[in-house]
C-alpha cells in the first residue's frame, strides 16, 4: 500500500455527489479510488440513457451502426468495474471486508429476488426483467455497504 | 476478541488518524478495532506490535482466556 492510501485524517466537509459511499474515515486512496468508480459509474449510466434515446429515435435509421452504439455502454462498464477491482484490491482491509459482505449480500437478495418471483411467475405474475433482479441486487448491496459503515463508524 | 491498543495508543500521545497513519490503514479501522467491533488480520496485528515494541498476545486478549 503507498503513502496515498493512508488514513483519511480530518474529514471532507461538503461530500460532492461522486464521493457516494465514502466515508471520512476511510484511506484517502480508498476514497479516491472509490469516487473514480463513482464518477466513471455515472458516465456509464449517461452512456446508458443517450444510447436507448438514440436506439429509440432512430431505430433503422443507423442501419448496422446500430450495433456499434448499442455495445457503447458495455465499454464504459467494463471501464466503471475494472475501477472497481481496483478500489477493492488496494482497500484498506477493513473497507475491503465491508465490501465484500455487501457484494454477497447484494448477490444473494438478487439470487432470491430472480428465483423467489420465478415461481411466481409460475403461478401467473408477469414475468420479470432481469433488469429488476439487477436492480435489487444493487439496492441490496447499498443498503449493506451504508449498514455497515454506520456499523464500523 | 479484547486489546489494549487505545491505552497503548494514548500513552504515546496518538490520534487514531495518526495510528492509523503508522500502519497504513484507514481511521476507521483503528476505531473499529478499539471498540472491539473488528479484529484485524494476522499481518496487521503484527504490525501492531512492532510499532509497540510488545507481542501480541500482549496487545490483544483472546475472550476466553480473560474470562
Given at each position: 500500500?503507498?503513502?496515498?492510501?493512508?488514513?483519511?485524517?480530518?474529514?471532507?466537509?461538503?461530500?460532492?455527489?461522486?464521493?457516494?459511499?465514502?466515508?471520512?474515515?476511510?484511506?484517502?486512496?480508498?476514497?479516491?479510488n472509490?469516487?473514480?468508480?463513482?464518477?466513471?459509474?455515472?458516465?456509464?449510466?449517461?452512456?446508458?440513457?443517450?444510447?436507448?434515446?438514440?436506439?429509440?429515435?432512430?431505430?433503422?435509421?443507423?442501419?448496422?451502426?446500430?450495433?456499434?452504439?448499442?455495445?457503447?455502454?458495455?465499454?464504459?462498464?467494463?471501464?466503471?468495474?475494472?475501477?472497481y477491482?481496483k478500489f477493492i484490491?488496494?482497500?484498506?482491509?477493513?473497507?475491503?471486508?465491508?465490501?465484500?459482505?455487501?457484494?454477497?449480500?447484494?448477490?444473494?437478495?438478487?439470487?432470491?429476488?430472480?428465483?423467489?418471483?420465478?415461481?411466481?411467475?409460475?403461478?401467473?405474475?408477469?414475468?420479470?426483467?432481469?433488469?429488476?433482479?439487477?436492480?435489487?441486487?444493487?439496492?441490496?448491496?447499498?443498503?449493506?455497504?451504508?449498514?455497515?459503515?454506520?456499523?464500523?463508524? | 476478541?479484547?486489546?489494549?491498543?487505545?491505552?497503548?495508543?494514548?500513552?504515546?500521545?496518538?490520534?487514531?488518524?495518526?495510528?492509523?497513519?503508522?500502519?497504513?490503514?484507514?481511521?476507521?479501522?483503528?476505531?473499529?478495532?478499539?471498540?472491539?467491533?473488528?479484529?484485524?488480520?494476522?499481518?496487521?496485528?503484527?504490525?501492531?506490535?512492532?510499532?509497540?515494541?510488545?507481542?501480541?498476545?500482549?496487545?490483544?486478549?483472546?475472550?476466553?482466556?480473560?474470562?
Open positions: 500500500m503507498n503513502e496515498d492510501n493512508r488514513s483519511g485524517g480530518s474529514g471532507e466537509g461538503r461530500r460532492p455527489w461522486w464521493a457516494i459511499g465514502c466515508s471520512p474515515t476511510m484511506a484517502r486512496g480508498d476514497r479516491r472509490l469516487r473514480r468508480f463513482n464518477a466513471l459509474l455515472f458516465l456509464w449510466l449517461v452512456t446508458f440513457a443517450g444510447t436507448l434515446a438514440v436506439l429509440r429515435l432512430q431505430p433503422d435509421g443507423l442501419g448496422a451502426w446500430r450495433f456499434v452504439v448499442a455495445a457503447t455502454p458495455a465499454l464504459f462498464l467494463l471501464v466503471a468495474l475494472l475501477a477491482i484490491r488496494e482497500a484498506d482491509e477493513l473497507t475491503r471486508k465491508i465490501q465484500l459482505e455487501s457484494l454477497a449480500f447484494g448477490f444473494g437478495a438478487g439470487f432470491w429476488v430472480m428465483f423467489g418471483y420465478s415461481m411466481l411467475v409460475k403461478a401467473g405474475a408477469p414475468p420479470l426483467d432481469t433488469t429488476d433482479a439487477s436492480m435489487a441486487m444493487v439496492f441490496a448491496y447499498m443498503v449493506s455497504v451504508a449498514m455497515a459503515q454506520k456499523r464500523y463508524a | 476478541m479484547n486489546n489494549r491498543i487505545r491505552v497503548l495508543r494514548a500513552e504515546r500521545g496518538w490520534t487514531q488518524g495518526e495510528l492509523a497513519g503508522r500502519l497504513d490503514v484507514s481511521r476507521q479501522t483503528i476505531n473499529a478495532i478499539e471498540t472491539g467491533k473488528y479484529d484485524p488480520s494476522l499481518p496487521l496485528a503484527f504490525r501492531v506490535a512492532k510499532l509497540f515494541g510488545l507481542r501480541i498476545e500482549d496487545i490483544f486478549i483472546d475472550d476466553e482466556t480473560s474470562n
